[in-house]
C-alpha cells in the first residue's frame, strides 16, 4: 500500500489543524494506520494508531485528549484531528501502515510511510 499524507501547515497555538492520510493500491481496512512526528534533533515519536476496522484506537501521551484519530476505510482515508496545538507539538508527521497483531508505537513495526507533513504551532 502507498500512502500521502497532506494537511500541514502554521496554526497558532491554541489552534486546530486535520491532517489527511489517503492509501492506494490495497485493500486498506486490513491495516493498521499510525501516526508518527519528528521534530528537528529529535527522535521519531508515536502520535496515534487505529486498527483495520476502527474500533481500536491508541495515543502518545503528549496527545492524550488533544487528538482524534480516525478512519474512513470507503475512502481509503485516516484522519488525524489535532485540537489545542501547542509548540511543542511542531513536527513533520507522517502516516504509516502495516499489518499489525501489536506494538502498534513501535515505528519499526511498519513498512509503508506516506511522505510527511509539516505542522508548525507558533507561540
Known amino acids: 500500500v502507498q500512502l500521502q499524507a497532506s494537511g500541514g501547515g502554521l496554526v497558532q497555538a491554541g489552534g486546530s489543524l486535520r491532517l489527511s492520510c489517503a492509501a492506494f493500491g490495497d485493500t486498506f481496512s486490513n491495516y493498521v494506520v499510525g501516526w508518527f512526528r519528528q521534530a528537528p534533533g529529535k527522535e521519531r515519536e508515536f502520535v496515534a494508531s487505529?486498527?483495520?476496522?476502527?474500533?481500536?484506537?491508541d495515543y502518545g501521551d503528549s496527545v492524550k485528549g488533544r487528538f482524534t484519530i480516525s478512519r474512513d476505510n470507503v475512502k481509503d482515508m485516516v484522519y488525524l484531528q489535532m485540537n489545542r496545538l501547542k509548540p511543542e507539538d511542531t513536527a513533520v508527521y507522517f502516516c504509516?501502515?502495516?499489518?499489525?497483531?501489536?506494538?502498534?508505537?513501535?515505528?519499526?513495526?511498519?513498512?509503508?510511510w506516506g511522505q510527511g507533513t509539516l505542522v508548525t504551532v507558533s507561540s
Open positions: 504509516a501502515a502495516d499489518h499489525l497483531g501489536g506494538g502498534v508505537s513501535k515505528s519499526s513495526q511498519y513498512s509503508h
Open positions: 487505529i486498527s483495520g476496522g476502527g474500533g481500536s484506537r
